[in-house]
């Protein structure tokens, strides 16, 4: 047993402060990580060479071309080609469209960013929603946890399974190859969608048996009936006495007033505006379009001695189909948008979009919007022409559930993203070349075939991504390099006893999923890997067994809503943190189960 | 048409003022009555009330939510009664309690501390030390009640619009001053703010229902009858808020909307 160093208390005393850091969040992650960066070479844990090792690390370099492939791919358009054909095999079924689309998205997922799969089909899977008449709850949280689960299938599908090979190096271990996971992956996607086929009844919001089912369908389904309810416009005109004796009256005097947002107006002598700014003056003998609950528009009307007219009649060809409408946008994960408030954004004078509500865990806000901080997941109801809404789509940050259809796509480049996909795979599979640089081929392959501009590609990297995998590596090297993996592990051991290995992996599998559930799921992989690949050794296990468990298991963040995944569905969805709590419980048991079971059977 | 709080000390003449006032503008007095009005709402015995607005709270008051519900209780009663405009109130933080509506004139009045002890003297048949001493605790207490409750110092003089020193003017150069600057446009009530009015009595009205219902640590804001109740995190469930506000909704006709925000920092114009 390794005697307990000076150098491993401070590699422990840094492991607890980024745990620490991880969890009150004072800083961001990818702060703590920089931190970590800067402050083991300081305390001359690593050198200043192994602690920028990171950043060139196969881990990070394979991360960027994966989202530069991943960027590549959404912008022909490729993947929304695939929903029709989808479709069209699923049927009207519940259970075959969840079956169809969760395959698809896992399919994806495990080549792209999670995220950015799940993003991908939400305007897919709420236009199924609308169409078939399903509650959109039942199809967004399978789909949700297929993209998360397809981060299993292979190597580059999330994450922790990209760095896996970075954190077993040190300890001269064969690094896994990019379909090494897959067995286990594609178990773990087939019985997180049996779950829900099987027991989504029981575990999916809204729908509870036989009994409650109606009231509890209803009531699942109210704020969608409210949304539809304040996406129709009224037209009214203002009286000839309208402005007599009063103070002027804006467009948001209206808004704070009666609850109704004026989207259109008719200026003397024959203006139309279209997204009026909220100081602008209402007058006497106008016509105006506003958007509004039927109580709230009727209650305006009376008060206001406005008239009512039955249909667009002035602003009938401006506020057709075909040139405006209503979007619903949910603030991205990582948007520069939360925190801000809706007044800070000034949508109003910025674009001429009118914001109508606001969706949040279950509630919709409608009064005093312009103070509220926005939140990842807030599902924003928009009013503006599509070329304004195309605009403020351009300019990031929001992610739209109803498709623009005058989206800049180049469908013609589909093929030689395709390509260069298969490419890329060819030389990992076929020649056997590392991770990183047949990736790097694939993604540097779209920019010379102008699938995407090298602006573009730069744009698309995370770079929060990026140096949280960069900066938390040489934590993983400290831990490794000054003994105290070997240490933590030979203590445990030693205070547990010898335990069989497929226990040993049950457990490292339930500390991971409870590590990823707290900190972040690279976090986790980072501090684990070390640490069990140690405990498997002096166990007799496999020690890459041992690290692949935590590769997958850093996955298994289903109970609450904090995967990014989950955050980005849940304002769409209208969940609530119990719902992902009661459906992700059962998915994480079913998971861990599943994936040791694989591995007994398999390795 | 305006709304005037007079704040005063003990022995300042405020009373006196603010009774002269309303009689030369015929408007309505309000003081103690407002707090019986509480208690009488809300079945509060009026000592416990009278020792609300008076001492300052305590830790352990600070903890049980006893003082600051029963500031709840005034308040809402003093909004409900400024809502029909054409008042005079005299007593402690009249406005600090209606903050945020312009129409209210905001008058101190102090006066020589010499002239307090004599008159307390007299009345108490006490020497002057003694009245000294128990009139600068009093203005201590006072003192940290407002900080403590509004964290704002009651000398503090630019909280009012009219700061006058009962010394050399007269009590009735004060009434003259008072009803001159009562008759300014500035106060008059405007439908704005007169809407203000009534929102703020609106919410004042749901909170003291709320907190009578054991809810505290409420935000409650109104414009327009669109009411948000703003919650802590965890709040909303553990006080069963929506079935509560679902009763009061039915109960207050003048709620229009009402939206429930958990775990968002309340706004500064919450009560």
């Known amino acids: ?603 | 048409m305006a709304i005037i709080t007079i704040s005063r000390g003990s022995y300042s003449k405020g009373r006196e003022v603010a009774e002269k006032v309303a009689q030369r503008l015929g408007y309505q007095l309000v003081s103690r009555d407002v707090l019986i009005e509480a208690s009488d709402r809300f079945h509060i015995p009026e000592v416990k009330l009278v020792r609300a607005i008076h001492d300052a709270p305590s830790i352990l008051d600070r903890i049980t939510h006893g003082k600051q519900c029963y500031i709840v209780y005034i308040r809402s009663a003093l909004a409900s009664r400024a809502k029909a405009d054409n008042l005079v109130y005299h007593g402690l933080a009249g406005h600090l309690l209606l903050k945020g509506v312009p129409h209210v004139l905001k008058v101190r009045i102090i006066a020589d501390l010499e002239a307090r002890v004599a008159a307390e003297m007299q009345r108490e048949d006490i020497s002057a030390a003694e009245a000294r001493s128990l009139l600068l605790k009093d203005d201590a207490e006072r003192r940290k009640w407002t900080q403590t409750l509004y964290g704002v110092d009651p000398w503090d003089a630019s909280l009012y619009d009219l700061v006058i020193h009962i010394h050399k003017l007269s009590v009735d150069d004060a009434v003259e001053f008072i009803v001159q600057a009562a008759g300014r446009q500035c106060f008059q009530a405007t439908p704005a703010s007169q809407r203000k009015m009534e929102d703020l009595a609106l919410a004042c009205q749901l909170k003291a229902e709320l907190v009578k219902q054991d809810c505290f640590e409420l935000g409650v804001t109104s414009e327009y009858g669109n009411v948000v109740v703003y919650v802590n995190k965890g709040g909303r469930h553990a006080y069963h808020l929506d079935a509560k506000l679902a009763a009061l909704r039915a109960k207050l006709p003048e709620i229009n909307h009402l939206e429930v925000r958990e775990g968002l920092p309340f706004p500064p114009a919450a009560v």
């Open chain 1, 1 to 603: 047993m390794p005697q307990l160093t000076t150098d491993m208390i401070l590699v422990m005393a840094m492991i607890g402060i980024a745990i620490f850091l991880f969890i009150v969040e004072w800083v961001r992650v990818d702060v703590v990580a920089i931190l970590m960066m800067v402050v083991l070479p300081l305390l001359h844990l690593v050198t200043p060479k192994e602690a920028f090792s990171g950043l060139s690390s196969n881990a990070v370099v394979s991360i960027i071309a994966v989202i530069i492939i991943g960027a590549g791919l959404d912008k022909t358009g490729i993947i929304n080609r695939l929903v029709g054909p989808i479709l069209r095999l699923a049927g009207k079924s519940q259970s075959r469209i969840v079956i169809f689309i969760s395959l698809t998205v896992a399919g994806i997922s495990s080549f792209m960013q999670n995220v950015g799969a799940a993003a991908l089909f939400l305007p897919a899977v709420r236009r199924i929603s609308k169409t078939l008449k399903i509650p959109i709850s039942n199809l967004l949280m399978p789909i949700g946890f297929a993209a998360i689960l397809g981060g299993t299938v292979t190597l580059v599908g999330s994450s922790p399974l990209i760095l896996l090979n970075d954190l077993i190096a040190p300890f001269k271990l064969k690094p896994f190859g990019l379909f090494e996971v897959t067995p286990v992956g594609l178990a773990l996607v087939a019985s997180g969608i049996t779950c829900f086929v099987l027991f989504g009844r029981l575990i999916l919001p809204g729908s509870k048996g036989q009994e409650g089912e109606q009231a509890a369908t209803e009531q699942a389904q109210e704020p969608n009936h409210l949304l539809a309810e304040l996406g129709r416009p009224w037209e009214l005109s203002t009286p000839e006495d309208f402005t007599h004796y009063r103070e002027p009256v804006t467009v948001d005097n209206l808004r704070r007033r009666y609850l109704v947002n004026v989207v259109a107006l008719t200026e003397p002598p024959d203006f139309k505006v279209l997204g009026p700014g909220p100081e602008q003056e209402v007058r006497s003998r106008v016509d105006l379009v506003v958007y509004g609950q039927e109580k709230d528009v009727l209650r305006m009307a009376q008060e206001e001695g406005m008239t009512l007219k039955p249909d667009l009649e002035v602003f009938k060809g401006e506020l057709a189909e075909h040139a405006s409408g209503t979007v619903e946008a949910v603030v991205a994960p990582r948007s520069h948008l939360v925190d801000k408030t809706l007044n800070q954004l000034d949508l109003a004078e910025r674009f001429r979009i009118t914001p109508l509500a606001v969706y949040r865990q279950g509630e919709t806000y409608r009064a005093d919007l312009g103070h509220l901080p926005l939140r990842v997941g807030d599902a924003i109801l928009l009013h503006g022409t599509w070329r304004r809404l195309q605009l403020l789509h351009e300019e990031g940050g929001l992610l739209f559930t109803t498709p623009l259809d005058t989206e800049q796509m180049r469908p013609e480049k589909a093929l030689f993203a395709g390509l260069w996909l298969a490419i890329a795979l060819t030389m990992i599979l076929v020649f056997n070349i590392q991770l990183s640089v047949c990736l790097m081929t694939g993604a540097l392959g779209m920019i010379v075939t102008r699938v995407l501009t090298i602006d573009e590609a730069y744009q698309s990297v995370d770079w929060r991504t990026v140096f949280l995998l960069g900066g938390l590596i040489p934590l993983g090297i400290a831990t490794e390099k000054t003994g105290t993996a070997a240490w933590i592990a030979h203590t445990v051991l030693g205070a547990i006893g010898t335990v069989e290995p497929i226990v040993l992996l049950a457990v490292i599998g339930l500390l991971s999923t409870v590590f990823t559930l707290v900190i972040s799921n690279v976090g986790a992989t980072v501090l684990l890997v070390p640490l069990v690949v140690e405990m498997a050794r002096a166990a007799g296990a496999d020690p890459r067994m041992a690290a692949m468990v935590v590769g997958l298991a850093t996955s298994n963040s289903f109970i609450l809503p904090t995967h990014q995944v989950n955050a980005l569905y849940m304002g769409p969805g209208r969940y609530r943190s119990v719902d992902f709590m009661k459906a992700g419980s059962v998915v994480s048991v079913v998971f861990l189960v599943v994936m040791i079971a694989m591995l007994y059977l398999f390795f």
